[in-house]
């Protein structure tokens, strides 16, 4: 059972490397200052069976380690909260608590390095793919989190598979990001509220003095001696902006939509803006593939797209089989009393349409 499992696992793990190194995520702010953090998740391989889970307080887990079984790290819930995961109901990739504490998982291929696993301190170990759940089952604040982390091992299950980095934003608007790299802790400020994959989040802020020339709105006509010329069409001053689907420019178009949208007055049409920004990362699985290779039949490369209103408690989200958008709201369940559930996002994987009914 525990070579079945660890065989599993590297496949995910390995493919997610090889085809699905397109997780982008962007922060919103209401007027008042309220965020809302919103991302996609990429994986062209298969459906990722993502489900949506609900874990209660005082709800005790297991870490997976790389022996093959649940044998790692122990931890109870001291916070109930709402996660998305992938492939396993423990392998929560996003989510938000009780208290308001956002976690999420991003792809982090090349870059990072774990610690080695050691047996020893099987214990306090956890792998990566269950790092959120630890997240958001104990912590309140980012404060909170970096006294503690430094006290656990964070492990891969299989080392041939990808490394990840983290986003975790709190109430107030603070994010940061997580990054291991030579087997060391690096946390970063995230004041732009962008994040993609590799290289290194600093990298990332640096590339972007590389843009300093876009800007919103039209280019205005010009004179060259006795010819005007115009531009062909609105947005001009973004002429030139990187559009291929790597994370360096999937990170530079995000900053800037990011930048150049209006503030909105809700938390809720925050959400809604935010779906509209990523809609703009929308990867067509298709292109993930040579054409000697077999494309999966499934609709989209971006399996699922998540926002969160972090000031209202609700987590809204979108599927590539149904563009509706639901929405759990965390102050509707009483995480005293209710029980652990998983659940598929999407009951039906169809796209509901609705037939425009014509008076005769």
Known sequence: MKKLFLMVAFAIFSSFQQKAEAC????LRTTNGSPVTARTIEWAGNDLESRYTIVPRGYSQRSFTPSGGKDGMTFTSLYGYVGLSVEKAEFVV??????????????????GE????????????????????????????????????????????????STVHWRITEPSGRQVVLEIIGKQLRFYENKLGV?????????????????TNL???PIYSREIGDLTLTAFGGGGGLHGIPGDMTPPSRFVRSAFFQATAPKQATGEKAVFQAFHLLNNFDIPVGIQFSEIQTVPDIPSATQWTVATDIANRRIYYKTMHNNT????????????????????????????????????
Not at 197 to 209: A, M, R
Not at 328 to 355: C, G, H, W
């Open 215 to 217: 800007f919103a709105g």
């Open 114 to 161: 774990y610690e080695s696993y050691s047996e020893d301190s099987r214990e306090s170990s956890i792998s990566d793919l269950q790092l959120v759940s630890w997240i958001l089952s104990n912590f309140k604040s980012i404060d909170e989190m970096k006294k503690a982390i430094y006290g656990i091992h964070i492990v891969t299950i299989d080392p041939r598979g």
């Open 24 to 27: 982008t995520g962007i922060t």
């Open 94 to 111: 996003e989510g938000i608590n009780e208290a308001g504490l956002t976690a999420g998982l991003f792809y982090f291929p090349s870059y």
């Open 195 to 211: 994040l993609t994959n590799s290289p290194s989040f600093d990298w990332h802020l640096t590339n972007l003095n590389n843009y």
């Open 325 to 360: 958008i639901r929405c759990i709201d965390l102050r509707a369940i009483n995480f005293k009393k209710v029980k652990y559930q998983s659940a598929p996002l999407d009951k039906r994987k169809t796209q509901p349409v609705e037939m425009v009914h014509i008076n005769k």
